[in-house]
């Protein structure tokens, strides 16, 4: 048993006596790749576990990339429904709700009408919350790729949204790595819009300019977002400023232990009267998936932990100006923030 599976283990087994994990399709579980390496992203397939027996990765194709040495060909859906079926005794199987439809809900309680389906979408949250040092490396590689990819757009003023968007996939690739997510960049009045997809609008240097961009290496996300103006009006620096002001609160005040809705009103108080321009949290965890837990916003109960790895993106859009924002991705570490 891997150190991870341990860790579940010793999370679930008083509430259920097996695991299953599905992922597939545009339902891609994360959790198919922390806890058995076969990648979520590329393959579909599903993970279970008799809590007293060895996992079985069920996948179509066997030659997939994966570390549970147990794998069978799953050719079709009969064949996890044998397999569930052929461990005796099993009663309660937890699943993750957060990536199971509805649709394949009423699937799995219809073709096994004896068992019990117990959510423990909480606990696989929790455990992929805290990440090890082999995580941190390569979502430290990620964030090296985000930045300099930012670097790559700060210079491209005079081309169009979709030409930096096209420049900064093409460096991904180049790199041996895949975007996080659709890179935004906006310039102008597009900078009002939270999110918002590149259009063939020419950046002129007296535009605000929004790039929220992310690498994923080794599975692994980042996200980093730069804002800038290139010849600023009065209301643009003002703006601008107010933006860097908050960033580096948030960098400043966030501790362990902290509740993250606490932390987002202390950089609220930066804000000043603009707050109300202020649209969207503070920030988001970030993993396997490029939104996890913790939940960094205004009312979030969410308590912030050692080893967290988390964005913090304070931002402002305001009307006749326009939007503007600076992400930085990194970990929590015993003395505070730590931006990679």
């Known amino acids: 048993m891997n150190v991870r599976l341990k860790q579940l283990y010793d999370k679930i087994k008083n509430k259920c006596d097996s695991i299953l994990l599905l992922s597939g399709g545009d339902r891609p579980d994360m959790n198919l790749l922390y806890y ?12 279970y576990w008799k809590l007293d027996k060895e996992p079985v990765l069920l996948i179509s194709d066997v030659n997939q990339k994966a570390e549970i040495q147990n794998v069978v060909q799953k050719k079709t859906q009969n064949d996890l429904y044998k397999t569930i079926e052929s461990h005796s005794k099993i009663q309660k199987i937890g699943f993750n709700a957060n990536r199971i439809s509805i649709k394949t809900m009423v699937r799995l309680q219809a073709k ?26 390569s979502m430290k590689k990620a964030a090296d790729l985000a930045k300099s990819a930012l670097r790559l757009g700060e210079k491209m003023v005079g081309k169009r949204e979709m030409d930096v968007y096209k420049k ?5 690739l180049s790199k041996g790595a895949r975007p996080a997510f659709d890179t935004i960049v906006a310039a102008g009045d597009n900078t009002k819009f939270i999110h918002t997809y590149p259009t063939d609008k020419r950046i002129n240097k007296s535009d605000m300019v929004i790039i929220d961009t992310g690498a994923r290496v080794d599975g692994y996300c980042s996200d980093f977002t730069t804002s800038f103006c290139k010849k ?26 902290m509740n993250a809705g606490e932390a987002c009103e202390r950089v609220k108080i930066v804000f000043m009267d603009f707050a109300k321009y202020w649209p969207y949290p503070l920030g988001h965890g970030v993993g396997l998936d490029i939104h996890e837990y913790p939940n960094i916003r205004i009312g979030s109960d969410d308590i912030l932990r050692k080893g967290m790895v988390f964005t913090l993106e304070p931002g402002l859009i305001v009307p006749d100006v326009g939007g503007a924002r600076i992400e930085v991705t990194g970990v929590l570490q015993s003395k505070g923030f730590k931006a990679f």
């Open 36 to 47: 058995s390496g076969l990648n979520a992203l590329d393959a579909s397939g599903a993970l």
């Open 232 to 257: 600023p009006g009065e209301r643009e620096t003002v703006l601008l400023d107010l933006v860097k002001d908050a960033s580096k609160e948030a960098m400043k005040v966030i501790r362990p232990g």
């Open 168 to 172: 900064i996939n093409e460096y991904y």
């Open 112 to 137: 096994l009408p004896t068992m019990r389906f117990i959510d423990i979408s909480d606990e696989l949250r929790d455990i992929r919350a805290i990440k090890d040092a082999k995580e941190l490396k």
